[in-house]
């Protein structure tokens, strides 16, 4: 069966400071992976989503990027992050023959504060 | 453009009540459509998803829901709530010619003893 990890579950960083999270899939080859941000009390954003090693589709400009290094791996960072960028971190899969879109099926999530 | 409203921002009921929680989308055609559950600080949790064929989808933890073409709804329900199932809710449109699903701002579903 697939599973999907996401790390760190909790993270706190001061202002400025560079970020690194990340999302493995495993049980699945050639997924479609997305990153998404939900702020507090508020629905989710796409950030970013790829659908294959080194394409990536950036949605919402800003201060983060994404890589794909790896078939089932998947890397959201930042140089500099800014208080703005507090929030809870999604990483998600899908099987990747779409479109149309497949079923995404989600992480644990990691708890971004920017102090 | 394509979008999904969820009018309902914070919906209370009763354990052992009914609950329905509303979706309605704006899209050309028929998308796919899917009910996700997410409890506080977890991920997301597919409940149910509607491809084709029968409108009426079951789900786990007893949910249901129902797509209904010239409404352009896919309501969620429950014929008995459980304190358990206090969470926020997500319906969410996968329109057919895109990888992306666009979710709706979700439900905050508030369960009382």
């Known amino acids: 069966s697939q599973t999907i990890h996401q790390w760190p579950a909790t993270l706190v960083q001061p202002v400025g400071s560079p970020l690194s999270l990340e999302c493995t899939v495993e049980?699945?080859?050639?997924?479609?992976l997305y990153w998404y941000r939900q702020a507090a009390g508020r629905g989710l954003q796409l950030l970013f989503y790829?659908?294959?090693?080194?394409?990536i589709s950036s949605e919402v400009p800003q201060n983060l990027s994404a890589s794909r290094p790896q078939d089932r791996q998947f890397i959201l960072s930042s140089k500099k992050l800014l208080l703005s960028d507090s929030g809870f971190y999604l990483c998600?899969?899908?099987?990747?023959?779409?479109?149309?879109?497949?079923?995404?099926?989600f992480g644990p999530g990691t708890r971004l504060t920017v102090l | 453009a394509q979008s999904v409203t969820q009018p309902d921002i914070h919906i209370t009921v009763s354990e052992g009540a009914s609950l329905e929680l509303r979706c309605n989308y704006s899209?050309?055609?028929?998308?796919?459509l899917f009910w996700y559950v997410q409890s506080p600080g977890q991920g997301l949790q597919l409940l149910l998803k509607?491809?084709?064929?029968?409108?009426l989808v079951q789900g786990i933890k007893g949910f249901e829901a129902e797509f209904k073409r010239s409404q352009s709804s896919f309501n969620l329900r429950k014929p008995s709530v459980h304190w358990s199932d206090a969470a926020e809710y997500f319906c969410?449109?996968?329109?057919?010619?895109?990888?992306?699903?666009?979710f709706g701002t979700g439900t905050r579903l508030q369960v009382f003893p």
């Open positions: 899209y050309g055609a028929t998308p796919y």
């Open positions: 998600a899969w899908a099987d990747g023959q779409g479109p149309p879109p497949g079923t995404q099926y």
């Open positions: 969410a449109v996968g329109p057919y010619n895109t990888d992306k699903l666009i």
């Open positions: 509607y491809f084709s064929g029968d409108t």
């Open positions: 790829s659908v294959g090693i080194g394409q």
């Open positions: 049980g699945t080859s050639n997924p479609n």
